[in-house]
């Protein structure tokens, strides 16, 4: 079981349900998050035609259209986050696949792909792709996490790092990327997420396509997990 295979991708995403569950880890939080990070990245760019892709419920494609004026294209392969980003006022979402984009060369200046390139089976397709729609000079802002994310968490529950092996992640992505685009820059971003319920970690295990062992009953608490997520800006 891999969190590239498409029947899984298509299983985790059915509902917003694993994504709303995994959100709750980071509702308190010391440090920076990475979303406002990668907002300052963003706002940085001052992007005029974007495309997200596996953009899940829309918040930060509702927000680029909202707060930076941009025009926003919104891809994901669940119907489910398609209706949800529509009904935040995404015009043009629609079910796809970054694997086969169906948009001319050169069609936008901005992409963006947080947290799901790690779903893509053909990853060096789906960057292709992307560095295709973007325009000469364009950006790809593709997160992804390290593989010392949730550290603690994973070693509470013993879910093994090797199912991160070979996916696209903050130690590998700088490389795949340099395969399509012109230059990569990188922020690393870390924090710990104070968590102070065990249904809270409970969620975030059921969240998960992987086998692990229960949440304690007794896990201490508020429970500690680092967050280190990676940021990276491609150009074409």
């Not at 792709?129 to 000079?137: H, M, T, Y």
Request: with cysteine; proline share 5%; glycine share 6%.
């Amino acid at each position: 079981m891999s969190f590239d295979d498409p029947a899984v991708v298509q299983q985790q995403y059915v509902s917003e349900d694993n994504l709303r569950a995994r959100q709750a880890l980071w509702a308190e939080v010391e440090g920076e998050n990475a979303p406002v990070a990668l907002w300052r990245v963003l706002s940085a760019l001052q992007p005029r035609k974007v495309l997200e892709v596996g953009g899940g419920q829309g918040e930060l494609a509702e927000r680029i259209q909202t707060e930076l004026g941009a025009t926003v294209t919104f891809i994901d392969q669940s119907a489910r986050m398609v209706d949800i980003a529509r009904a935040r006022g995404i015009a043009d979402a629609r079910i796809g696949d970054v694997q086969t984009l169906p948009f001319p060369d050169a069609s936008f200046d901005t992409a963006v792909a947080a947290w799901m390139l790690y779903h893509v089976a053909d990853l060096d397709r789906g960057l292709a792709e992307l560095a295709r729609v973007l325009e000469p000079g364009g950006k790809l802002v593709a997160v992804t996490n390290s593989m010392r994310h949730l550290e603690e968490f994973r070693s509470l529950v013993g879910l093994r790092t090797s199912v991160l092996d070979g996916l696209f992640n903050a130690e590998n992505g700088e490389s795949s990327l340099r395969r399509h685009f012109a230059s990569v820059e990188r922020l690393d971003t870390e924090l710990v997420a104070v968590v102070r319920d065990r249904a809270t970690l409970v969620g975030y295990q059921c969240s998960l396509p992987y086998p692990s062992d229960p949440v304690p009953e007794d896990v201490p608490l508020p429970f500690r997990v680092s967050g280190r997520s990676t940021i990276f800006v491609a150009t074409r």
